[in-house]
T-cell receptor
Framework: SAVISQKPSRDICQRGTSLTIQCQVDSQVTMMFWYRQQPGQSLTLIAT?????????ESGFVIDKFPISRPNLTFSTLTVSNMSPEDSSIYLCSVEGSVATDTQYFGPGTRLTVL | GENVEQHPSTLSVQEGDSAVIKCTYSDSASNYFPWYKQELGKRPQLIID?????GEKKDQRIAVTLNKTAKHFSLHITETQPEDSAVYFCAASITPGNTGKLIFGQGTTLQVKP
């Protein structure tokens, strides 16, 4: 499977600030996704990062709060904007298309704490 | 949209026993069902998956069964070991040609007692 890295691995931020999380894959992939995992909870899809076009957001998530970029087939960023303590979560990117067209693999995640 | 229900939320077994985790899904168009294992502080790892054209798939001590009519699928772990202790998530999606969205169940915390 593809090697997926995320930066930063964790961060502590003040409310009202923004944090950009990077996801890098060592090979070209078809699809990239961003998920949120709140403490002790399951994974919720935030959006699909589309290469060269605007991301596709799931219900409850908006571009102004979670702007996403995907400039090429190996890299994507997720920004958490104007953060509040409720944004404290693990944010994970996942990729599809490196091995089988429908198999998703996850990055190591970014643990975000908002004070 | 798709909804995935997972049971039980916690499961405790003795080492060597079997463990079964069950999931139901709502969208009959779903045709891909992966299972992920997440150890504490680590990323979810794909352990097995099944597509709707088969009813059962095995990989050593792990097996998954799918009942399309009833819209449920199950993970079976035999001869459990302490290292099987983790949170297990089922998921469902529609593929190919879809966005590849995975809808996850709520998770099952499996504890294997030595």
């Amino acid at each position: 499977s593809a090697v997926i890295s995320q930066k930063p691995s964790r961060d502590i931020c003040q409310r009202g600030t923004s944090l950009t999380i990077q996801c890098q894959v060592d090979s070209q992939v078809t699809m990239m996704f961003w998920y949120r995992q709140q403490p002790g909870q399951s994974l919720t899809l935030i959006a699909t990062a589309n290469q060269g076009s605007e991301a596709t957001y799931e219900s409850g998530f908006v571009i102004d709060k979670f702007p996403i970029s995907r400039p090429n087939l190996t890299f994507s960023t997720l920004t958490v904007s104007n953060m509040s303590p409720e944004d404290s979560s693990i944010y994970l990117c996942s990729v599809e298309g490196s091995v089988a067209t429908d198999t998703q693999y996850f990055g190591p995640g970014t643990r975000l704490t908002v004070l | 949209g798709e909804n995935v229900e997972q049971h039980p939320s916690t499961l405790s077994v003795q080492e060597g026993d079997s463990a079964v985790i069950k999931c139901t899904y709502s969208d009959s168009a779903s045709n891909y069902f992966p299972w992920y294992k997440q150890e504490l502080g680590k990323r979810p790892q794909l352990i097995i998956d099944i597509r709707s054209n088969v009813g059962e798939k095995k990989d050593q001590r792990i097996a998954v069964t799918l009942n399309k009519t009833a819209k449920h699928f199950s993970l079976h772990i035999t001869e459990t070991q302490p290292e099987d202790s983790a949170v297990y998530f089922c998921a469902a999606s529609i593929t190919p040609g879809n966005t590849g969205k995975l809808i996850f169940g709520q998770g099952t915390t499996l504890q294997v007692k030595p």
